[in-house]
């Protein structure tokens, strides 16, 4: 049944390809398990075939939605994931990652994206994964004293191995495939941090100058569930479809510089115009359907 189900989410993922590039990169994670020099088993946790296809999901759906992304995460070596909410990135940005014992010890306040995890009211470490379809699923999660507030929103903030070889690692008692920084990571190894696509000009303000890359990840719109632990899959169809469908609207709408070129050969000034004006007012009114304004 795994495997069925595993065959049928491929399916549905490679559909939401932008691209026959994409397509490709997408059947070497899935089918392979890396495409290049890159590969979705970092060595660093535990690893079996249920496990690694959920890695491989996880990739797949990065290209998928986001092929930006995984560009910025392959070509910087970023394999380590943490998924946490807004909430807690003005600390994060001021004093880099913490553990929940440090920023008490040093007296800073614990905000709560960073509180609702912590066992006993005490974590000594921060938690990683080299799964960033767990990050997304940690992302996604909004702690209830977090919903009130009008910026709350997931973020998956990445890192590479490399650092491991400057910070302090810890074992992690845990079914999750976790990776314990002890205590604090300083902010020169934040090496990227995702967020939805509405929110990266907001939060590449709030890095200013720090050499962080602000990349679009697509948190809400995850339609899959993978349970590794228990060879589970389980998807929305429907929820699939309608990514499918946005897809090719956001397709269409794209105009390449040899069409341009043909197009304004063949008409009068006036009338390209008239043409960029609709197809400028069409995509503003698609932003606003999809509670957007671009």
């Given at each position: ?5 595993y065959e ?30 890159f ?11 249920f ?21 910025v ?14 909430n ?17 010890s ?7 994206g ?7 009211g ?5 938690s ?5 379809d ?6 996604a999660f909004t ?11 997931g973020v ?15 074992r ?10 002890m ?13 939805p ?15 962080i890359?602000?990349t679009?990840?697509?948190i809400?719109e ?6 590794s632990?228990?060879?589970?899959i ?38 390209i ?22």
């Amino acid at each position: 049944m795994f495997y069925n189900k595993y065959e049928a989410l491929c399916q549905q993922l490679l559909a939401m390809a932008k691209n026959g590039k994409v397509k490709e990169q997408m059947e070497a994670i899935l089918y392979e398990g890396g495409c290049g020099n890159f590969s979705v088993n970092t060595e660093l946790t535990k690893n079996n075939e249920f496990i690694e296809r959920k890695k491989r999901i996880g990739y797949a759906y990065i290209l998928a939605t986001n092929p930006e992304t995984f560009d910025v995460i392959t070509q910087n070596n970023i394999n380590l994931f943490h998924g946490t909410n807004a909430n807690a990135l003005p600390n994060i940005l001021k004093y880099g990652m913490k553990s929940v014992d440090k920023l008490s010890s040093q007296g800073i306040s614990i905000s709560t994206g960073e509180a609702w995890s912590r066992i006993g009211g005490k974590r000594s470490f921060i938690s990683f994964t080299d799964d960033i379809d767990t990050s997304l699923d940690y992302a996604a999660f909004t702690p209830e004293s977090d919903k009130l507030s009008q910026e709350t929103f997931g973020v998956i903030i990445g890192i590479s191995s490399k650092s491991l070889e400057h910070l302090k690692t810890c074992r992690v008692h845990s079914d999750l495939l976790e990776v314990g920084i002890m205590d604090s990571i300083p902010l020169e190894h934040i090496k990227t941090i995702a967020v939805p696509e509405d929110k990266v000009e907001f939060v590449r303000k709030l890095v200013g100058d720090n050499e962080i890359i602000v990349t679009p990840i697509s948190i809400d719109e995850k339609f899959y569930y993978v349970d590794s632990e228990f060879g589970q899959i389980s998807f929305d169809a429907e929820k699939a479809k309608q990514l499918i469908e946005q897809r090719k609207q956001v397709t269409r709408a794209n105009f390449n510089s040899k069409e341009i070129t043909e197009m304004s050969r063949t008409r009068k000034v006036s009338g390209i115009r008239n043409i960029f004006e609709k197809i400028r007012e069409t995509i503003k009114n698609r932003g606003k359907e999809n509670g957007k304004d671009r």
